[in-house]
């Protein structure tokens, strides 16, 4: 009997503390309106009742979907410094694995062993336990919380339970700052380009892009921008410009081939008054409404010859005339143009002129379609959602392994602009809030540039089992679940496969 009152007596002390650190979690949530010093009191809380070395607080940044790490907790200069500089994405390192899955990793023992831990500092100092749990707001993933250890370290299943139910009050002072950063934003809307915050990837191929473009920021030189249509063109155009010193300056773009021909020069050149019928007073163009600044020009390939002719005048000393006048104007101007044709086959054609064509590729940067990106399927889907949510007022919180599965067999004729398409009306018409495999419905339109010559069916069957093992990180259990097929089956399958591979 005496035994059970201990018990009782035990199981109550548990409970009321845990209920006391919940409640003083909760107060220090509620006590600032500024985020970082909210979660710099919580941390400092959220280790000292788990008696652990030390933490971080991460949130993710919607727009780039960074992971930022906003709080530390006893970690020397050198890992605040590393971990600062050297951001991580959804989807890489441990942290942004609990952001993509929104699960949870407890790691007992040898935390800085897995594959997955990537803070080289941290990691060489040997990190032994490792908690990272996500930070949750209105069914959706706001940041994650990371605490360790550097020694053994065993806490019990209570422990753990009480850290679980503190990321509640976390996660929504995480949202709630977002809202007012949202805001802000809407305010100053250039802000969102800089560093190429609006470019969502992870992939080898946009990485390279956005390195190079990065480099381009305050390079005067004309730049030519190539990709497909819908690949996002001027959000690179836009980068280039915001992340550079002249960002306050004018950014002037337009669509060469939306303006009628007899229309363009017009508008890129100004006219004086009497010019022309209607010409009823002076009026800048847009190389003028530039100055200082950049002018994106896309669909420059558009262009009629003559035009051309004029567009070299300009790049070649920045003066032009406007229409109806005979007083040069001069500019100091970057000009960025872009392209979804392979200009180097219209000059040979005599579409483009060649020395005009030099002058627009002094530097080029070219743009991977989505079909050979697809690794960013995931990220653009949950970028997207995110937008749409915000946009018709829904509250879509993931998608279905099924529903990305169908976005990756499929191949993108119209990029990350078609995929945007089909995500808007997924989110528009769902009926949960999981998006599911009968929510995508794109235009199966066949595209004869996008089919490969092996059309039968073994070779399609083929191509959508390794996209979807792609997809699942060549994890084959995950696989052959949403391929619908036994663990057994896909191995023969894909043995079958490696055997018939030209060599």
Known sequence: MVDTYLDLAEVTEKQTKKLSILYEVALTVGKSLNLKSILDNVLEKVVGFMEVDAGIIYIINEETLEMIPVSFSNLSDDIVKEVSENLVKVGECLCGTIAQFEKEIIIREGASHDPRFVEGVLKQKGVEFYAGLPLKAKGKITGVLCVFNFTHFEPDDDLI????????PIGLAIENARLFEDLKKDAEPQLKYENFSTIIGNSPGMKEVIKLAQKLANITS????????????ELIA?????SGAKKNKPFVAVNCAAIPESLLESELFGYVKGAFTGASANKKGLFEMANGGTIFLDEVETMSQSLQVKLLRVLQDMTFFKVGSSTPVTVDVRVLAATNQDLKESVDAKQFREDLYYRLNVIKVSIPPLRERM?????LVRYFVGKFNKKMGRNITKASDSFLAALMSHTWPGNVRELENCIERAVAIADTALLREEDFNPDFTANPNNLRNDLTLASMEKQHILKVLSFAEDNKTRASKLLGLDVTTLWRKLKKYSETSPT
């Open 375 to 379: 690794e960013d399927i995931p990220l």
């Open 238 to 242: 836009k980068g280039i410009h915001y």
């Open 161 to 168: 339970d009480t850290l679980r139910a503190a990321t509640v």
């Open 222 to 233: 004309s730049i030519l921008i190539y990709g497909e249509s819908g690949t996002g063109k």
